[in-house]
């Protein structure tokens, strides 16, 4: 049973107040607050078997291991991988992607071809840039329509025997539209032989993942905005895809032998996890999966829909009131802007002031706001905790602002 009270007070930071008001934090997409059971797993890490891991004999060390790894099998059923050693830990979504636009350099060549879509936050769009550079490939980008859907027609025009990567969200993070990975995918299978990269960072949080389903070859996303803390990720990829390709970092732990002659690398996961990992936030990022596990992915996902939907409803009755996306397949995110009545930040500092945090800005989508001719938008986006008095608080925020930008 979905009780949303019962979650609430499992997250310690919501009970404060903020400018005398209470905390409404609906800055989710940025970041999620943390369940108290993720922050005492991440204490107890540090207070009772804080050493490194996979490299001593010692009890502390051998435990560090232990929970690390468990925490790996966690994610590898959390996102149905094949097998545990496909889990790559990392720092968050935007190391995953580099990793991969690094690892894929020998596989591309000159006027070879990279697909991204318009929908893409700059991490998803700078990596290949540099790899353009590095290669002298081409990119290639999926246009999006005044509702923010992406134009797949172009995309079949673009897959050709040059296309070596395509790259695109399963959810955009300005926006909050659900993109048709699933087609894009099959698309792209029935079309070239590509490698198909899912930036999840914005999906895993909401959404059960499969990625032995989706036949994607790497999906990547952030422990920090599934309730782990910063400083967490992970990067799937499929086993005969990494170890066909070379290490990204080089150091202690990735390597098999080591001589001044020659250097040989280590197996699966370890190859692509160099120097001493974030043994308590990966432990900890198991926790989160846990506490997502408990909740459920169809509470979460009908939840947070419910308040999307009731957003929106209210938001729009406000005149002159522009939601972006509107009519797109969304999940988590409003997006919008009081037209003609200063910038996002101006909202947002009024918001702040009655309690309501939200992202005023680009949100690191500079493509998508020159689209709409935009300097930036305010983003409010939902976790599970979030609740229904909360968005009446928001609209009744965007209301007060309005009539002080008048």
């Known amino acids: 049973m979905f009780d949303i009270q019962e979650i609430r007070s499992q997250f310690s930071i919501l009970n404060q107040q903020v400018n005398g008001k209470p905390l409404v934090y609906l800055d ?24 490194n891991v996979h490299r ?3 009890t502390l060390s051998q435990l560090a291991t ?7 099998r966690k994610i590898q059923k959390f996102i149905n991988a094949k097998n545990d050693f496909e889990v790559i830990f990392t720092k968050g979504t935007t190391e995953g992607i580099n990793l991969i636009a690094y690892i894929l350099t020998q596989k591309l060549k000159k006027d070879d071809e990279i697909i991204i879509s318009y929908l893409e936050h700059h991490s998803n769009i700078v990596p290949w840039q540099l790899l353009c550079e590095r290669t002298g490939a081409k990119l290639r980008v999926i246009p999006m329509d005044e509702n923010g859907v992406l134009q ?17 969200n399963e959810v955009s993070n300005a926006l909050g539209i659900v993109n048709p990975i699933e087609e894009i995918i099959a698309k792209t299978r029935a079309n070239s032989d590509a490698y198909v990269v899912i930036d999840g960072a914005q999906s895993a949080p909401h959404f059960k993942i499969d990625v032995q389903a989706l036949d994607c070859d790497f999906f990547v996303f952030s422990g920090h905005k599934m309730y782990a803390p910063m400083g967490t990720g992970i990067l799937y990829g499929k086993q005969s895809i990494l170890e066909d390709l070379p290490p990204f970092h080089g150091g202690g732990e990735m390597i098999a032998v080591c001589s001044f002659d020659q250097t040989t690398y280590a197996g699966l996961p370890f190859k692509y996890e160099a120097g001493t990992p974030n043994v308590g936030g990966n432990i900890a990022l198991g926790a989160a999966v846990d506490f997502i596990n408990k909740v459920g992915h169809e509470n979460i996902q009908n939840h947070e829909n419910a308040l999307l939907q009731y957003a929106q409803k209210h938001l729009l009755e406000i005149d002159g009131l522009k939601v972006y996306g509107e009519n797109a397949n969304r999940t988590g995110v409003v997006s919008f802007n009081l037209i003609g009545m200063g910038i996002s930040s101006d909202v947002g500092m009024i918001l702040d002031k009655m309690g309501v945090a939200v992202r005023t800005g680009h949100h690191c989508t500079q493509p998508i706001m020159d689209f709409f001719d935009i300097a930036g938008t305010v983003r409010a986006s939902f976790a599970v905790y979030n609740t ?8 009744e925020g965007v209301k007060k602002a309005q009539r002080m930008l008048a």
Do not use: C
Not at 30 to 37: F, G, I, L, R, Y
Not at 66 to 72: F, G, I, V, Y
Not at 152 to 168: G, H
């Open 28 to 51: 989710n997409a940025a970041t999620s607050q943390k369940p108290n059971s993720v922050l005492e797993v991440w204490k107890q890490y540090y207070t009772e078997i804080n050493a």
């Open 66 to 72: 232990e929970e690390m790894e468990l925490s790996r």
């Open 56 to 58: 001593g004999i010692h």
């Open 152 to 168: 797949l027609d172009y995309l079949d025009q673009f897959l050709s025997e040059k296309t070596k990567v395509v790259s695109v």
């Open 388 to 395: 229904f008095e909360e968005i009446d608080l928001l609209v």
